[in-house]
């Protein structure tokens, strides 16, 4: 291998640290600085995610528990932790499937639906604030490097 060879390898290598890095880091931010702007309603980043999950128009008629981890990315264990603290706090219902009586669907619970309806514009300014500076162009093509990332990662 040539000195130049070496010198790109050392180079890419030390760019892939400094993006993974920069990765952790952003995560590390949006689940303080997130939970910061919600903190008035009492939501933790991982319950605005699950909240959102059920929140779209897809979900209305709730989602399966495996549904939801896949879709969230998080384990089942982790999720049924959340599950738990919103189930108590009467934002989301867990209910027996109506095609599989041993699989159960969670949704919104009007609670829940109302406090999506009221953390709209307190997520809406902080994702406003956060993507500051970031062009319409670049954030679909953000968008389109982090999907892309994702799935090379799941395949390792």
Known sequence: MTTSDQDKEAAI???NNRLFFRFFQAANTLHTKGTQA??????????????????????????????LSRYLLITRQNLTGL??????????????????????????????KELWKNLA????????????????DDRLALIHYINTLQQNMSKI
């Open 38 to 67: 919600l903190e008035e309603f009492g939501v933790t980043t991982q319950q605005w995610s699950v909240l959102g999950a059920l929140s779209r128009p897809k979900a209305e008629n709730g989602m399966s528990v495996n549904e």
């Open 83 to 112: 599950l738990g603290r919103l189930e108590r706090d009467g934002y989301i219902v867990r209910t027996p499937s109506t095609e599989d009586r041993r699989s159960i669907r969670v949704s919104l619970s009007p609670k829940g």
């Open 13 to 15: 290598y030390e760019i």
């Open 121 to 136: 514009e307190p997520i809406h300014q902080f994702y406003d604030l956060a993507l500051k500076n970031i062009s319409f």
